[in-house]
Structure formats: structure tokens, C-alpha cells
């Protein structure tokens, strides 16, 4: 009888708990058994090692296979415990030399060949690692994303490759750590948008704050224009930020992509989108479009064109800024911290208050078109913009082109900088008692908001949400206290006119 013992990780969400593979040989007729709440597709791995064990020149043993993932009480799913199981039956078997693997996990699906296939999850799986202290082998295709968080990285094309370094006869060399370079900003530039300052201020305040922002307007008018201009004004993301939004990328099997590097996404779902591809779901939970959207905007364009339940699932991540999947036998949380930008016409044929054209809807049909948004979506987007039909001269490029995404980035970053170091964290997500901390007025500026807050009735979060707008105004223009004039913009830009 005979026991090997080996690492590895399994995939939940975008954690990656550690696994303890024990390889048991003994005696009696040949089996070959997985235990440890292992689903199909590891089930399945028995034969996948087998035929690569063979067609790599090894020995399978003609003995009692026993292979326990532990925690037992963890879900096992997918090909990823392959080449640990096959190394733990080489070791049990005293093909290889149990101690060499002591210090290593090891990661990857095996072919009948012996060769190894690339796995999803790489890289929470690293970064884990990493902590640990621990090196990591990986089939070479996800050796690009495991080197964004390890410096000690052995990426191997096959199980005999490995092998070969486990014994000393090849070094498998380990990949240099990478640290992409943050460079310029790409996407269309904000100077391209004629007119519409009123928006495009909308739209420096909400980058500089991380505010969630509702644009209203007929067709036509620049709506998804600005909006697609938002992530070239937006900072760009810190090294922890990248890599958490790079971990859902490879989660879902895609390579993150270097040339973006700390680049925020931009996610725009068409509005036939389910509940389920927005948040994720399914059996096997995934991440949606909210967590692809993470450290950066979800883009709704023609948002009562959503479905109202698709659109009642956003309340709770857009607090809490995760998203939590349940299911009958477990639960699965994914990161959903992204900024909300939504367009919508102001009624169903969407010219209702157009100047240039006439609105044949009745009131019951308006009132209907904007009762598909609830009251409680409404109060957790802090901006409330109009946008209208800019003049036509402007159409025709005789207008001066107004400033470039550069510039209005400048001040976007100079501002959120100014938050970091007072707060840690930007104004939208600033808590109850660092709001009473931070956001200091004066007499005349409370008695302002008290005024629109009895007016339009606003609730404690609208209350609050035009308060760390306020305070985002006042960092862009580098002041230290909230002025009276900076709480009617703020105001303003949530659609509330005062007397």
C-alpha cells in the first residue's frame, strides 16, 4: 500500500480554495475510483489519465486506485485536477519521487496524449498561491495570466515535461513575473461630441465621484455618444483593481488582455437581456455582464426597453457592490462593483418636450413608459440629466470642439486622487458616518438642500447621494469645504429645479 499527497485548487466564483489530492494504492482487483463530491467532468479525469499515463511512457499500476479531493464536503467540477491526479499515481507508485512535488500546485486538464490544455480560473488560483509561498505549474497557455500575480510560474506542455523537471533531467524554466505598463487611454475622444455641456459636465462629475448616471432625451440627441465617451475620461484602475477584473476574465476562460491593462470595461447589453446573463447564474454558476463590469461602467441604453425584473435584480449589487448566486446545494458570490450609466427617451416615441418635433403620446402612455423604471432604481442613480437637440450649426463642425478626453481626465484624476487620500475610496461609496465627516456646509448650504429635500421629497439615500455629489464638485474645483453653489449643482444635476 502506498499514499501520495499533492496541491491543487478548485474553482468557486472567483475564489480558489486549496485541495488536497491523496493518491491510495492497495491491493485487490484493479479499480480505479474518485471520491470527494467530484461532479462529471472529474469523474471523468480517470480516463483521461489513464490514456496519457500509457501514451507517456509510464506504467499504469494493476492495483486498487483510490483518489480523495479533499475537503470532501467541497463541489469538485471540471478537468483542472488532472495532472495533479496523474502525478499523485506516478508517486504512489514510485514512478517519480513524492518529495519533489511537496513544493508546487499543479494545474491542467490532460488530453489522451499526454499534453496539456489550458484550464479556466488560473488566476485566482495563482494569486492564492502566491500567498502562500507556494510555485505553481500550468499548461503553458495560462501561463501569460498566472505570471500577472506569481513570480514563481513553470508553464509545461505535457505531464511528461513535467515529469522530466520533477526528476531533474529538465529545468522547466519559470516565467519572468508580468507588470503591464498602464498607457494611454484608448477610445473615442469626448471632443467629438458637439454642444451638450451640460451633459458632458454630468459626465466629468460622475467619472471623478464614481456616480451612476441617467440620461433623458428624444433620439438622436448623443446619448450612447457620451456615454461611450465615459471610460476615456474615467482614472485609470489601480494594480488591485486590474487584477481583481482580470480574475472574472479568467474565470470565464478568456485571457486577459495585456494591451487593456488597467483599462476600465465597458460593458452595454442589449436590452433582450435576461436576469440570468445580467447577474449571472445557471447550474454551474457564472459571472454577468454586472461582474464583467466590475471596477468599471455597465451601460444600459434604452433602459425601460429592459425588462422591469431584469432591471429590479440591479438594486442590491449597485449597494452592495457584490452579487450573490444561490442555489439549492450552495452559493456562489461574484464582485459587482461597476458604475451604472443609463439612456432613455422621455417617453415611447421619444419626443416628448422636443422643440423640433411634435410628441403624439397620451399621458397614461408616458406615465406607463416610465413606470417600467421603479421608484427605488431611480433613487440609487445619483445624476438625473437632460439631454437636448444641440443647435445644427454645431452639426455642420462650424462650432469650436470643445475639450478632449485628456483634459477632462486631468481634472478627473486630480479629483479622485484628492479622494484617496482623504477617504480611501471614491464619494459614491462613501458610508453614513464618513458623510458627516467629510461633507461639511455651511448654514446657508444646509438650508439649501433641507429646502429641495422637503420640495421633491426626497428620501435619506437621495439625501445622501446629493451629498457626495456635492462633495465630488467641490474636489473637482480642489475645494476643502462644500459651498452653497456646489450643493445646487448638485441639485441640478438630479433634475431638481429650485424657486
Avoid at 457620451?226 to 483593481?241: D, H, I, K, Q
Avoid at 443609463?342 to 419626443?351: F, K, R, T
Avoid at 406615465?367 to 432604481?377: D, E
Wanted: proline share 8%; glycine share 10%; with cysteine.
Amino acid at each position: 500500500m502506498s499514499v501520495a499527497i499533492l496541491l491543487s485548487r478548485a474553482q468557486i466564483g472567483t475564489a480558489a480554495p486549496r485541495v488536497t489530492i491523496e493518491v491510495f494504492l492497495s491491493g485487490g482487483l484493479p479499480g480505479f475510483s474518485v471520491v470527494g463530491m467530484a461532479e462529471t467532468a472529474v469523474r471523468e479525469s480517470k480516463d483521461r489519465v489513464r490514456s496519457a499515463l500509457l501514451s507517456s511512457g509510464f506504467r499504469f499500476p494493476q492495483e486498487r486506485i483510490t483518489v480523495s479531493l479533499g475537503p470532501a464536503d467541497m463541489r469538485k467540477t471540471g478537468g483542472r485536477f488532472d495532472l495533479a491526479i496523474a502525478l499523485g499515481i506516478l508517486a504512489a507508485s514510485r514512478q517519480i519521487d513524492a518529495a519533489a512535488t511537496h513544493s508546487y500546485e499543479f494545474y491542467g486538464e490532460l488530453a489522451l496524449n499526454g499534453a496539456l490544455r489550458p484550464i479556466p480560473g488560473v488566476l485566482p488560483a495563482a494569486l492564492r498561491a502566491t500567498d502562500d509561498g507556494r510555485r505553481i505549474v500550468v499548461p503553458s497557455e495560462n501561463a501569460a495570466e498566472a505570471a500577472l500575480v506569481s513570480p514563481n510560474v513553470h508553464p509545461a506542455d505535457s505531464l511528461l515535461e513535467v515529469t522530466s523537471h520533477l526528476v531533474g533531467e529538465v529545468d522547466i524554466a519559470v516565467r519572468p513575473r508580468t507588470r503591464p505598463n498602464a498607457c494611454e487611454q484608448p477610445g473615442p475622444d469626448i471632443a467629438e461630441v458637439r454642444g451638450q455641456s451640460g451633459p458632458k459636465r454630468a459626465l466629468e462629475v460622475a467619472a471623478a465621484g464614481g456616480h451612476n448616471l441617467l440620461m433623458v432625451g428624444p433620439p438622436g440627441t448623443g446619448k450612447s455618444m457620451l456615454a461611450a465617451r465615459l471610460p476615456g475620461v474615467l482614472p485609470p484602475m489601480t494594480e488591485r483593481e486590474a487584477i481583481e477584473t482580470a480574475a472574472i476574465d479568467s474565470v470565464l476562460g478568456r485571457e486577459p488582455d495585456l494591451a487593456r491593462w488597467r483599462f476600465r470595461p465597458f460593458r452595454s447589453p442589449h436590452h433582450t437581456a435576461t436576469a440570468a446573463s445580467l447577474v449571472g447564474g445557471g447550474s454551474d454558476p457564472r459571472p454577468g455582464e454586472i461582474s464583467r463590469a466590475h471596477n468599471g461602467v455597465l451601460f444600459l441604453d434604452e433602459l425601460p426597453e429592459f425588462s422591469r425584473n431584469v432591471l429590479e435584480v440591479l438594486r442590491e449589487p449597485l449597494e452592495a457592490g457584490r452579487i450573490t448566486i444561490s442555489r439549492a446545494s450552495r452559493q456562489t458570490d461574484f464582485p459587482a462593483r461597476f458604475q451604472l450609466v443609463a439612456a432613455m427617451n422621455p417617453c415611447p416615441c421619444g419626443y416628448l418636450g422636443d422643440p423640433a418635433s411634435s410628441c403624439g403620446c397620451s399621458a397614461e402612455r408616458v406615465a406607463g413608459y416610465r413606470a417600467k423604471i421603479s421608484g427605488p432604481l431611480l433613487d440609487r442613480i445619483d445624476l438625473h440629466v437632460n439631454v437636448g437637440r444641440p443647435p445644427r450649426e454645431l452639426l455642420r463642425g462650424s462650432g469650436p470642439a470643445g475639450e478632449s478626453s485628456q483634459e477632462v481626465r486631468g481634472r478627473v484624476v486630480a479629483a479622485s486622487q484628492r479622494q484617496l487620500e482623504r477617504q480611501g475610496a471614491g464619494n459614491a461609496r462613501l458610508s453614513g458616518a464618513e458623510l458627516e465627516e467629510y461633507c461639511e456646509l455651511d448654514t446657508q448650504g444646509w438650508a439649501l438642500l433641507d429646502r429641495a429635500a422637503e420640495k421633491f421629497a426626497f428620501s435619506v439615500r437621495s439625501y445622501q447621494r446629493v451629498l457626495r455629489v456635492s462633495r465630488t464638485i467641490a474636489d473637482l474645483c480642489g475645494s476643502e469645504r462644500i459651498t452653497p453653489p456646489q450643493v445646487a449643482e448638485a441639485l441640478s444635476l438630479r433634475g431638481c429645479g429650485l424657486p
